[in-house]
């Protein structure tokens, strides 16, 4: 895959409370896809896998959100700032689309 992004490391470094609130969240998030494995491997209800599949889907929604405010809050506005804007307006649209696939 051909690697068109601007940046190998932000422009800010997270804090290392915002580090923790993301990945609280994604232990969140895998432990709700251990909960599902331990569903399907005890034949549990197809419905009762799907809300548990669909709590995942929105969990993930929630941290992508919270990652992408900071992008625009910090590597977005310092790009506009250093008179890159425009290529990390494009990036950044490149990486939502695929949130809408």
């Not at 990945?23 to 969140?28: A, C, D, E, G, Q």
């Not at 992508?64 to 700032?81: L, P, Q, Y």
């Not at 008179?83 to 939502?96: F, P, R, S, T, Y």
């Amino acid at each position: 895959m051909e690697d068109k992004f601007l940046h190998d490391h932000p422009s800010k470094p997270r804090t290392k409370d915002e580090k923790q609130a993301v990945i609280n969240r994604l232990k969140r998030v895998e432990g709700q896809v251990r909960g599902i494995q331990k569903m399907v491997e005890e034949d549990r209800y197809c419905v009762d896998i799907l809300v548990q599949i669909s709590a995942i889907q929105a969990a993930l929604k929630k941290v992508g959100f919270s990652v992408t405010e900071r992008h625009m809050k910090h590597c977005v506005t310092d790009a506009i700032k250093s008179g890159e804007g425009k290529d990390a307006i494009d990036e950044l649209m490149d990486v939502l689309q695929q949130f809408s696939k």
